[in-house]
């Protein structure tokens, strides 16, 4: 009946049901476990003071408080929630916070104060109650979940620091007070916890700039807005090597050192803070770092790397120290060790500085802790040396060859001098030298170094010693008195390289050059020489040979010569009795001779007159014709009778003409005559003639 008489009451009803069941879901909030709810309130409240952006619980706006998780009843409309996830810093995380709202930072402050309560800023109202201060915080989130109210509070998520191994961690504060002028790094703070606690290192007095603690290997939960970490290789030193250390902070060094002085305490320079604290001093140092790994600080310290010093066997190191004190104290020190102990001076290393230099001691070589050449040299072995604080020289023991030759490997060419003559001679030359350890220190000081010793004075000395001396000789003499050249020239070497502590251990001339044409005219006269030698030699083996021969062959005839003598004999008597024969045969024949040769005699004196006979009456005939004919016709008359004996060709060979027949036949005869003696032929021999 009141529904019929009022329709609109049952809608009523009904949106106030409604209306109570919205109420009433609108006043509960349910938080999830992971989740926050972030509230703002609407109405009835107090405004926001002026520079603040997050309300406290009585004020209207976002509020600094948060809901946990779990079932929360509101007063219906006048609050809004709005649920957000957790803030989760993973393992290898830390979260960096900044701060929405709160007082600001005081001037020249970067990071906001550290307020107590705030529960790691899951407590906005505490944090604002407490005056929290609004940018970033030096405090930082470690690894977990976190209710965070993300308006309040902003989280950034950074990479935790990690050092591994055999590296460092160098640290640079963004806030502290000023480092003190005069200093590189920032002085040390206890507590700070390796800067994981930035609250802790501001509260201390920690400075602002590049920090001289170093993070070692390992994990570092570290503010990275507050602290900025450089991770760098630690220093190595090698096998063989050494490191050589220079400190970039410390106290000034002194004017007349090169090298600071030694401190001890700072664990290999890997403690800057102990190094400081013990009056180190800036720049070079005098330790240095042997073979390893060192966490140095390289902010600090710079480190180079150097190698060792090592001396093989045949060889000393000559140590010149620039550290220790100055050479004009040993007078001083010598009197007080003399005075003291009540003995005179007599050692050469302890001599006063004067009376050293005047006996030939070179001024600058010391006793060990003095700056200078050192006289105790060092031995075969691998040294960690500061070449920094000593500069040492490598000294051979052994002998050193100095060669002048056309060998590649030599340093010098062949020594070029002129003879007397003119003539042009390569000599190749050998020096040998040898460096006395004791002697090592004082040969530094004279020349400095073997190389200056070869280039300064070697060289110019045995260059010098061979050109005086081949100028005062001939080639052929120069290269004749060889030997008594070279000893010339190793007596004046020994008496120079004594000057200069080296011991001479010979001077070699390995050969000598001389030009080709007095070489060719020399060689003549050698090979002309041998020849004649050889000739001698062979007359005489000749001689040799034939008295051989000549004993050979009476030695072979003796059973001959016997029988000859024998036979001598026998024929001696055989021509006695032959004589005799003969003088019996002779008178016997001389008998018969005389004889034969009257009756000869007979015949012929007969024969004689018969030839005178007939040729005057053959010259009374030949007279008579001459008369009768005359001389033509007695020749006419001949030259028939040849012809008609055939001795005479009636046509001649060769025709010879004449006025008168008589001539030419007379001119072919003589012709024919001419010719037959000019072929060799002797004439037919004319009878007429012959008996002529």
């Known amino acids: 009946m009141v529904a019929a008489a009022f329709p609109w009451v049952p809608i009523l009803v009904g ?197 001289i603690e170093i993070l070692l290997p390992g994990t570092y939960r570290v503010n990275a807005d507050l602290f900025r970490v450089e991770v760098r290789d630690a220093t190595v030193i090698p096998p063989n090597k050494i490191g050589l250390v220079t400190a970039l902070d410390g106290e000034p060094l002194p004017e007349d050192e090169y090298v600071a002085k030694s401190v001890g305490g700072h664990s290999d320079f890997q403690n ?86 005047s006996l030939g001691i070179e001024r600058y070589v010391v006793p060990k802790g003095f700056r200078g050449i050192q006289q105790e040299v060092a031995g075969p072995g691998i040294y960690y040396l500061n070449r920094r604080a000593y500069i040492i020289y490598i000294v051979d023991t052994t002998n050193i060859s100095v060669d002048w030759d056309d060998s590649k ?59 005086n001396q081949a100028s005062s000789t001939s080639a052929m003499n120069f290269l004749q008195d060889r030997q008594e050249e070279q000893k010339k020239a190793e007596e004046r070497a020994r008496v120079e390289l004594e000057r200069y502590h080296v011991e001479c251990v010979s001077v070699l001339i390995c050969q000598i050059t001389l030009p080709q044409e007095l070489m060719d005219t020399q060689t003549k006269k050698i090979i002309a020489q041998q020849q004649l030698a050889m000739y001698q030699e062979q007359q005489k083996a000749e001689g040799t040979r034939i008295a051989t021969e000549k004993t050979r062959a009476e030695a072979d005839q003796q059973k001959n010569l016997v029988e000859a003598e024998i036979g001598v004999k026998i024929a001696e008597q055989n021509k006695q009795k032959a004589i005799r024969f003969a003088e019996g045969e002779g008178e016997s024949v001389r008998l018969r001779a005389e004889g034969e040769a009257k009756g000869i005699r007979a015949k012929g004196d007969a024969e004689g007159a018969r030839i005178l006979a007939i040729g005057e009456s053959t010259a009374k005939a030949y007279e008579l014709q001459n008369k009768a004919v005359g001389a033509q016709g007695v020749t006419a008359i001949e030259i028939a009778k040849q012809v008609a004996a055939g001795n005479v060709k009636v046509t001649p060979d060769f025709l010879v003409q004449g006025s008168e027949n008589l001539g030419g036949l007379l001119s072919a005869f003589l012709t024919t005559l001419m010719t037959t003696k000019t072929k060799g032929a002797e004439p037919a021999e004319n009878p007429a003639a012959r008996k002529t």
């Open 272 to 357: 800057a803070s102990a190094f400081l604290a013990a009056g180190g001093e800036r720049g070079p140092q005098f330790d240095v770092l042997k073979p390893g790994t060192y966490y140095v600080n390289q902010q600090m310290f710079q480190v180079e790397l150097d190698d060792v010093a090592v001396v093989e066997r045949g060889q000393v190191a000559v140590v010149v120290s620039n550290v220790g004190e100055e050479p004009k104290q040993i007078k001083e020190l010598v009197d007080a060790m003399a005075a003291r102990e009540g003995t005179t001076v007599d050692n050469d290393a302890q001599r006063k500085p004067d009376e050293r230099f």
């Open 409 to 467: 490997e030599t340093r010098f060419d062949p020594l070029r001098v002129v003879s007397r003559d003119g003539f042009e001679i390569s000599v190749s030359v050998k020096v040998i030298v040898r460096v006395r350890p004791d002697q090592a220190p004082y040969m530094v000081a004279k020349i400095g170094s073997i190389d200056n010793l070869i280039m300064h004075v070697i060289h110019p000395m045995i260059d010098s010693s061979f050109r």
């Open 15 to 211: 949106s106030a049901a409604f209306f109570l069941l919205i109420v009433f879901f609108k006043s509960f909030v349910v938080v999830g476990g992971a989740e926050l709810a972030v509230l703002e309130r609407k109405y009835l409240g107090r405004d926001l003071p002026q520079g603040r952006v997050v309300a406290q619980r009585d004020e209207i706006g976002i509020q600094a408080r948060t809901l946990a998780p779990g079932l929360h009843l509101l007063i219906p409309f006048l609050y809004k929630a709005k649920k957000v996830p957790f803030t989760v810093i993973a393992e290898t995380e830390v979260g960096i916070v900044e701060s929405i709202d709160g007082d600001p930072v005081p001037a020249g402050r970067i990071f906001a104060r550290v307020v107590p309560g705030h529960n790691l800023f899951q407590d906005g109202e505490a944090f604002l109650r407490n005056r929290g201060e609004k940018g970033p915080q030096i405090s930082i989130l470690p690894p977990g979940n976190y209710r965070i109210n993300p308006v309040l509070f902003r989280v950034r998520k950074a990479p935790a620091t990690i050092i591994d191994k055999g590296r460092i961690g160098l640290v640079n504060s963004m806030d502290g007070k000023p480092i003190p002028p005069g200093r590189l790094l920032a002085q040390k703070v206890e507590g700070h916890s390796a800067y994981e606690d930035g609250e802790a290192f501001l509260a201390k007095g920690g400075q602002k700039g590049p920090q």
